[in-house]
Nanobody, 124 residues
Framework: QVHIVESGGGLVQAGGSLRLSCAAS????????MAWFRQAPGKEREFVAA????????DYADSVKGRFTISRDNAKNTMYLQMNSLKPEDTAVYYC?????????????????WGQGTQVTVSS
């Protein structure tokens, strides 16, 4: 079974930075796309960013373009989300996900494997 663990969340002031990590095991890491989603209290889970199996193709939500960077290191079975210029509205639990099949999507229901999430809190 695929096992996913996120880390790197924390408390940061507006304008600050954090880097989230996602470690995956249980299958060939480099064969599948991966994505980040987030969910704030009282809101639906929303797409943040995705990266192809090769790491060459990336996709971002409009709200984070220019501020967040998704990357992966297949040799380490790890994906990253570098978050710069953080805003209070970025406060949420951030989840790492990977699909059961090849491809990627901005829809949460495309992904079959999820981590437990890591809390990011941005103070004003």
């Amino acid at each position: 079974q695929v096992h996913i663990v996120e880390s790197g969340g924390g408390l940061v002031q507006a304008g600050g930075s954090l880097r989230l990590s996602c470690a995956a095991s249980g299958r060939t890491f480099s064969d599948y796309a991966m994505a980040w989603f987030r969910q704030a209290p009282g809101k639906e889970r929303e797409f943040v960013a995705a990266i192809s199996w090769s790491g060459i193709v990336t996709d971002y939500a409009d709200s984070v373009k220019g501020r967040f960077t998704i990357s992966r290191d297949n040799a380490k079975n790890t994906m990253y989300l570098q978050m710069n210029s953080l805003k209070p509205e970025d406060t949420a639990v951030y989840y790492c996900a990977t699909p059961r099949i090849r491809g990627y999507s901005d829809s949460a229901n495309f992904y079959g494997y999820w981590g437990q999430g890591t809390q990011v809190t941005v103070s004003s």
